[in-house]
């Protein structure tokens, strides 16, 4: 009985398969950074974290702003430049895929849905505890993380299709969809809520008694359901919003350390560079000495 299901069983398609992972990248980039014009044999995506960045495919010429993604085909001419103005972060990943599927990314920039956004923030986690912050190209196995490679390969896979979905309409994934957002709407709305009054004022000292009566939500509700969307309380937030911000700051050239601190409200620099390196495990010289200039 057995020999005959095993003999009729249903073979898996792989409808999108990433048979390797090139290069990975995650770049603060100064407001003047521009890379050289480049082709080659494999897949890429540039996808903006912060800020927004011009790239180039073949003749054309995008803006890709936060949260949109934009590919380059194997051996299309492509680069990457900020505008001169704006610092910007990317994550930029190269690899093979050879699936007919893939020709859905050909020549566009797509928004990516806040759940998506999720799959990316997860890819970029397990790149840096395995490889580093920045590993650059892939040319060892990790040792120290288990499954690292497989947990990339299964993440990229499921951004892909789950992306292509949201392309193409599918109804499996707008249900999806629209079932998440209704089992998270009214966390998703207090996060939002709360998070436009932390950006509205990072060069302000916020406790969090002012956030709750800002956002006029009760302190139970305000810490329960933030830190359940967020995995963060409000104030860890809110210091890590900071410090990006001043990472911005840095990119920029402008302010030293000691001003820097000062506009972002830190009680000193001393208390600033240590927050600092708790967040980015690095002091702001080094961080300083990272940046990827032109």
């Known amino acids: 009985m057995y020999d005959k299901i095993y003999s009729e069983r249903l ?20 407001a003047d950074y521009s890379s050289g014009r480049e082709k080659h044999p494999f897949w890429e995506f540039v996808y903006v974290d912060n800020g927004h960045v011009i790239a180039s495919s ?10 949109e993604i934009i ?33 859905t990314f050909n020549n566009k920039i797509i928004k990516v849905p806040y759940n998506l956004q999720g799959i990316l923030a997860a890819i970029v986690a397990e790149m840096q505890a395995s490889y580093g912050k920045c590993p650059g190209f892939i040319k060892h196995h ?3 993380h288990f499954g690292a490679e497989q947990m990339i390969k299964t993440y990229l896979e499921q951004f892909l299709i789950l992306l292509k979905r949201t392309i193409d309409g599918d109804s499996a994934e707008n ?36 956030v709750c009566g800002a956002s006029n939500y009760g302190k139970s509700q305000l810490c329960e359901n933030f830190k359940k969307v967020t995995g963060k309380t409000v104030m860890q937030y809110y210091t890590e919003l900071k410090i990006n911000e001043a990472k911005m700051l840095m990119r920029e050239q402008r302010l030293n350390n000691s001003q820097i601190s000062d506009l972002l409200c830190f009680s000193s620099p ?23 200039f032109k």
Do not use: W
């Open 58 to 67: 073949n003749d054309e010429t995008h803006i890709v702003n936060k949260g």
């Open 11 to 30: 073979k898996l398609i792989s409808s999108i398969s990433v048979t390797s992972i090139i290069t990975m990248y995650y770049f603060d980039f100064t």
């Open 175 to 210: 249900s999806y969809m629209r079932l998440q957002q209704h089992n998270n709407t009214s966390s998703n709305q207090l996060v939002n809520d709360v998070v436009h009054i932390l950006e509205n004022n990072l060069y302000a000292n916020l406790a969090f008694e002012d």
């Open 142 to 144: 990790p040792t120290e």
């Open 71 to 103: 590919f380059h085909k194997p051996d299309e001419f492509h680069s990457v430049k900020c505008d001169g103005e704006t610092p910007a972060n990317i994550f930029i990943m190269t690899f093979v895929a050879t699936n007919r599927a893939m020709s």
């Open 270 to 292: 001393q208390y600033f560079t240590r927050v600092f390196k708790q967040i980015t495990s690095m002091t702001p010289t080094e961080y300083k000495r990272s940046i990827k």
